[in-house]
């Protein structure tokens, strides 16, 4: 029975071709599919806006795969595209893309004709290392040491494959991930021997094959290939461009699921919106979850009533600013206020004020605590920042603060000397008082030096 078809964008031909989907074994019960992308079924196996593909495994060694004919004998080859590996409940060896030369029959690559494979291997906290293997003129192939580690969340990989460099007999392959040039990790293969072969890049396939051990599931999206040419990442929000100032952060807040964004149709961020004490938690919250605690998903919160906030009470939040909007936020508060995080922002009873925006000395605070513990202590500033709210000579004139920020001087000041923000204007001002707006948050985070998936343009 041949295989069905679906439709992907492939840059190779610039138009939209057909790739098969297949498998090794005509039962075979890992499988890959393309679900649909329409308003009423949306498509949650998708990086942006695009189709994505999902493959589940069995833990068996059958293949599942999507394949790309429509390259011919390709001299140079590039590939690019989203993965997701988070949702593998065992990791394990497989391929995760073969681009190979020959004639395919019944969807069986020739023995031996791999050009390059992408591979993952386990590492720790149940994620993956990344290797690029390429076969040379002799049919031995050459590993790329040592693997890149990809931590939960979504991760662009962009290959280069050329059969004879400029100016040199052999040829070279390249690997970036998220953006960033692999060379230390690819100089085995810089200048592989596959020269003295006539043949080049004829069919890729997507997927996972030849994989050992591994449970659960990968999800992918924003294939795409070309002859030359850099690639480069795929914006995921429409108000966010590659050109924007703040694209790596913000992309790479997304990419590691910190964020959804802010609204649908098309996905936008709302860079520059401020961001309340609500939404706040869940940023943070999911940041500690994946990035310190390591896990490949939201563990199950169980809200425990222990704020009195009024945007917490279903009887009583429709008469808030924020409405009921804030409702959903209300467990990540409150693991918050369990991990000594935060002390609330009243007592008697206890409150959080979820709808009161937050301010860049709090963000500083907070951020902070879920770094060091609860129990962390900066040392005193040394008087670099001379702002009004942390001089108290000047402190009693701020409008609606006051003095309040005083004690936030010092957290203020690790927080600029670690790298996490560049000042307010200058390196001499901190603007503690000010409202945080989105951009500022997916800059704070991702530069907190977790392994956030930050998304670089690359050359």
């Known amino acids: 029975m041949s295989a069905p078809k679906i439709s992907w964008k492939h840059c190779l031909a610039l138009a939209v071709v057909a790739l098969a989907l297949g ?25 942006a806006g695009g189709c994505g593909a999902h493959v589940t495994f069995d833990g068996s060694a059958t293949d599942a795969w999507v394949a790309d004919f429509s390259p011919s004998g390709e001299s140079e080859y590039r590939v690019r595209f989203m993965v997701n590996l988070s949702g593998l409940t065992t990791p394990g060896d497989f391929d ?6 020959g004639t395919d029959t019944n969807g069986t690559p020739p023995p031996g004709s791999s050009r390059f494979r992408i591979t993952y291997g386990p590492a720790a906290n149940g994620e993956e290392n990344l290797f690029v293997s390429a ?18 969340g979504w991760h662009s990989i962009e290959v280069h494959w050329l059969r004879s460099a400029p100016a040199q007999s052999n040829g070279l392959v390249e690997l970036w ?11 085995g293969l810089a200048a592989i021997d596959n020269n ?30 070309q002859r030359t040419g850099y690639i480069g990442p795929e914006a995921a929000f429409a108000d966010v461009p590659t050109n924007h100032a703040f694209f790596k952060n913000i992309q790479g807040l997304y990419a590691g699921r910190i964020t959804s964004g802010c609204g649908n149709n098309p996905l936008i961020f709302c860079p520059l919106d401020k961001t309340n004490r609500g939404s706040m938690a869940v940023l943070l919250m999911r940041t500690k ?52 995080i935060t002390k609330g922002c009243g007592t008697n009873p206890l409150k959080f004020c979820p709808g009161n925006q937050i301010a860049r000395a709090e963000m500083a605070v907070f951020i902070l605590r879920m770094l060091n513990g609860s129990n962390y202590q900066p040392p005193p500033n040394t008087g670099q920042f001379q702002d009004d709210e ?27 000397n670690l790298g996490l923000t560049t000042g307010c204007g200058d390196v001499n001002h901190f603007c503690p008082a000010n409202r945080s707006v989105r951009l500022e948050i997916a800059a704070f985070l991702t530069r907190s030096a977790l392994g956030i998936p930050l998304q670089e343009l690359g050359p």
């Not at 040379?136 to 939960?152: A, C, F, Q, R, Y």
């Not at 990035?291 to 906030?309: C, E, G, K, M, R």
């Not at 939040?317 to 936020?329: K, N, Y």
């Open 177 to 187: 991930v998220d953006g960033v040039k692999k060379t230390a990790e690819m100089a």
């Open 390 to 416: 942390f001089n108290p000579n000047t402190c009693a004139n701020v409008p609606a603060v006051a003095c309040s920020m005083l004690w936030m001087n010092d957290w203020a000041e690790v927080f600029f």
């Open 135 to 152: 076969r040379l003129t002799n049919g031995t192939e050459v590993t790329s040491t040592p693997g890149i580690l990809l931590k939960h």
């Open 23 to 47: 498998a090794t074994a005509a039962n075979a019960v890992s499988t890959i599919t393309v679900p649909a992308c329409t308003a009423s079924t949306p498509n949650t196996d998708r990086f």
């Open 289 to 340: 979850f994946y990035y310190l605690d390591h896990l490949p998903a939201v563990p199950a919160l169980v809200t425990q009533n222990i704020f009195a906030d009024p945007e917490y009470d279903p009887a009583q939040c429709a008469s808030t600013p924020s409405g009921c909007t804030l409702l959903f936020t209300e467990p990540y508060p409150e693991a918050l206020y369990n991990a000594g």
């Open 96 to 101: 995760n893309f073969v681009a190979y030369s």
């Open 196 to 225: 003295s072969s006539n043949t080049g890049i004829d069919h890729g396939r997507w997927g996972a094959e030849g994989f050992d051990g591994a449970t659960g599931s990968i999800s992918m999206d924003a294939f795409a290939s």
